[in-house]
C-alpha cells in the first residue's frame, strides 16, 4: 500500500492509471469511480488511518460545458453505450441506455438537474385508504424506503447530506422574477463542495412565462420550494453548475481535489475490476469473505487485496454491480450455473426488481419572431461559433445552462379525469394480484398507495425550446418547443443479468419498459394527450403555438397508445438491481449495504435504492454514498 501511495503522489493519482502495478492491499476498495464512488471514496479517506483505492473503467473527460451534455451520448469512449433486449411492449424495440464511461461517472456527462424528491418517497407518506361502506378516509403512517426494512434511510438523512454538500447561489432577482428560477434558501446547503444554481439563459423569453400562465391556468401551481419536500407544481430545476465560471459542478472537481492529496488514497483511471475474489472457505459466521478484486488495465489482469477487516464497496452502476456479483458467483444460483458460473451465494434478488423512468414527447413549431432557441446550436453553425465564443469569454449564452430546466410534476389526478382514472387503477389492480405472494408484494402495495396521494406525483412534464421529433426536419429560421412525458413510478419491474461470463460483455438488460401493459401504457397516452389537447392549447401557450407534430390534437386512444408503444425512450434513472431490502423482499443488501452472506461486500451506487423515486437521482445518490460512509 506505501510504496503503491508513494508512486501516486509520484505520478499524480491519474498518471497512475497507466502504470503497471502490482498486487497490494488497501481497507477499501471502491469498484467505479462514478457519482457514489468519489463521493464515498473522500468521505472514507477523511480517517487517514484507512486505506482506500478507487479502480475506474473509464478515464478523465473535459466535458464539463452545460450545455454540451448530450454530446456523449453514442461516444464510446465515454459511453458504456448500454441497449435493452427488445422490448415487448415497446414494439419489440431496443432501447438505448446511455451511462457514463469516465471518472465521476454518469455524472460527468449528465444533465446536471439537481432536485430532491417529495419527502413522502424516502420516507412518511399519507395513505389514504378508501373504505367504501364507511364511506370516509382514513390515514395511516406508511414510510418507504424506511418502512421497508432500512433504519435511518429517509428524507431527513437525505435531505441533510444533500445540504451537506451543496453550495446553492440563487438565481439573479430579474430571473427569478422573470423566469421563477427560484426556492426557499432554507431548503438549500451553501457550505458545501458541490455548486448548484440555476441556468441563465431563457430564450426565447416569452416561452417559460408563458408555460408557467397556462399551467397554473389548468390548475398546476407554480412551486417555489420544490426542493423542501414537496414537488407537486411547475418550477425551475436548481442544476450543479458552478455558478461564477459556468461549469458542470461534479464529485470530480469538488469532492475530489481535497481528497486526492491524500496519502491514504489512490484513484485509478483505465481500471474494469472484472471479479471479486472470494476467499474459498467461509468465515465463522458462515459468510463469504472477499479477498479482494481483479481488474484489468492495459490489457493485463492484475489483483489488488483487501486487509483482514476492509471491504470490497461496489459502486459500478445499477447495470455492472449485479453484473459483477455474479461473475464473482454471487446470485441466483439458476442463472449461474447457466453460465458455467459455480455459485457462492446463492442471492435470488440480485439483477432483479429494476425500475427506471421512461418517457416520450411531442414536439411544437412556435409562431415566428419569437427569437432563437437552443436548439439552434445543432442547426446553425455561424449561431453556435458565436455562442461559444460568448462562453469562452464572459461565460454567458446557452452553452452556460443547461438547456431546458422547466419541470412540471403531477399526480395522475391532474391529467385524467376521474371516469378514466377509476377504470386505469381497475385494470392495474388486476394486473398487481400478479405480486401477490412475490418478494415485491410489499413495496407495491406501498408504490399503489401513492397513487392515492395527490401530492405524490407520478409523472414529470419537461418543456424543451427545442425540437425532439426525430421526423421533423427543423428549419434554421423557425422556433420550436417539446414537452415530454416521464412516468416517475413504473410498477412493472426488470432484471439485469449476465450474457455471459466474459466480463468485457455487456450484460442483458430488460427493464420490461410498459410490462403491466394496459395500465402504464394508458397512463402515457393519457399523459400525451394532455400536453396535445390541454396543454397545447390552454391560453397563452397556445397563442405561441403554430403546429403540434405527432401525435395529432385530438388523437384517439388507440392512436395515442400506438404513438407510446412507437417512440417509448429510457429517462435513465435505473435503480433497485441490488435493492436495500430484506432478503426475503428480494434484497441483496441490508440497511448497512453489506451484501446478504458475504461478510466485507457491500453496494453503495442507485442499484440500491429499493423503490424508485419520482425525480432525477443524482443528488440521491450522492446522499446516499455520503450516509453510506457511515454505515460502513
Ligand atoms: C443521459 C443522462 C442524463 C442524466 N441526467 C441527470 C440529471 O440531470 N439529474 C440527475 O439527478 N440525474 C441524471 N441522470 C442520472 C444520474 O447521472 C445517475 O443517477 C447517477 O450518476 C448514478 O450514479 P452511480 O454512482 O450509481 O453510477 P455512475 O455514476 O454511472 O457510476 C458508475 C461508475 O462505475 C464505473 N464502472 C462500471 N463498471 C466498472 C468496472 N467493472 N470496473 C471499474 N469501473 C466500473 C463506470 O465507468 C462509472 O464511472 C442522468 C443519466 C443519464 C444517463
Redesign the pocket.
Known sequence: MRSLCTLALTLGWLKLASAAIGSTTFDHII???????LVLAEKLSRNSSVSVIV????FTTDDVVPAL??T??GNPTID?EFVTVPQPHVSNNVIS???????????????????RAASKEYDGSLNYTFRKKLHRLTFAQFPAWEKLGNPGWNWKTVDANIKAMEHFTPASPSDAANFHATDSLQNHGTNGPISVTYSNYWEPAPLIPAYFNTSNALGIPTNTHASGGSTFGVWQ?P??IDAKNRSRSYAVNTFLPAAEKRPNLVVMTG????KINLLPEAVSSGNIRAGGVQ?IINNATQNVNVTATGNIIL????Y??P??LELSGIGNSTILKKNGITPRVDLPGVGENLQDHYATSVSFQLKDGLGPEVGQLTVNSTFFAEQFQLYLTKREGPFAS?PATTLTMIPFQTFINATRLASLKASLDNSLKAFKGSPFEKQIAIQRNFLEDPSVPQIELVMLPLNQDPSVTVDPSKTYMTIAAVYLRPFARGNVHIASTD?LQNPFIDPNYLGITEFETGIMAEAVRFITDKIATTKPLSDLIVKTFNPAPGSSDAALQKFVQSTLQ?S????GSASMLPKAQGGVVDPNLKVYGTDNIRV????MIPLEIG???????YAN?LHAADVI
Open positions: 469498484v467505479g469511480g462514478g457519482a457514489a464512488g479502480l475506474e473503467a473509464g451534455f448530450s456523449f451520448i458504456w441506455l446511455p451511462r457514463g464511461k469516465a471518472l465521476g461517472g454518469t455524472a460527468a456527462v449528465n444533465g446536471m438537474y439537481f432536485v430545476s442544476c450543479a481500471a474494469q475490476v472484472t481488474y459502486t459500478a452502476g445499477t455492472q454491480t453484473k459483477l443547461v466480463p429510457s435513465w434513472h435505473p435503480c453503495a451506487d442507485a442499484s425525480t432525477h437521482t443524482m443528488s440521491t445518490v454514498a
